[in-house]
């Protein structure tokens, strides 16, 4: 997905479902929230860079290890941490995936809360010490149940959600209408045209 704030064009997670991003250019960051491959397509990342040779990569220590194995450049950054990208603050939150199968091994996740105001929470329901104007929610994964979602939604209660994360689905109306139905009261739920930026 890609956030322009007017002072900062990111870029989050261009992994294998993802379209449209290998042309981009006069990015300030590629934000990586965790290694899985659709949220990371290491083939693809290096034109990505070369278009946009000012861009930080940054990511989790877990695909650090991953990047290091293609000799690509980066930026760890963890949970906590609170960094500026051209004109945007972002803060590091989270810390673990999601639970796919507990006999899955979990691994890091970062989610990135852009100037206080817009959550990216990768594979994770972390919900962030205040409420952010714009969630970008997770609508369906090997690791995600929709109720949960929606108590995502509700634990958060932005006033705005945008669905991602949707295209291991062959209908993913069906799941925003569930989340236009079941959100708290006083959140809209916006889709974004798929293979478009958001503004902020």
Known sequence: MLADTGAARLLF???????GYETLE?????????????????????ALLER????????????AEQLREHDIAHTVREPGETFT???????????????IHPDIPRIRN???????????PG?????????PDVLLLPTAAPWLKVSEAVDYLRAVAPPLAVPI????LANPELHYGMFRNLAPQGTEVRVAPRGEGFAT
């Open 13 to 19: 997670d261009p992994g294998a479902f993802s379209q």
């Open 26 to 46: 006069g990015l300030d960051a590629v934000l990586i929230t965790h290694q899985h491959f659709d949220h990371l397509d290491v083939e693809k990342l290096p």
């Open 52 to 63: 946009n040779p000012g861009a930080e990569l940054v990511v989790d220590p877990g695909t």
């Open 85 to 99: 990208v051209g004109g945007a603050s972002i803060e590091v939150v989270g810390h673990d995936h999601a639970v």
């Open 110 to 120: 970062n989610g990135y809360l852009l100037d206080g105001t817009v959550l990216h």
């Open 123 to 131: 594979d994770a329901f972390t919900v962030p010490e205040r409420t």
């Open 165 to 168: 994360h949707e295209a291991v």
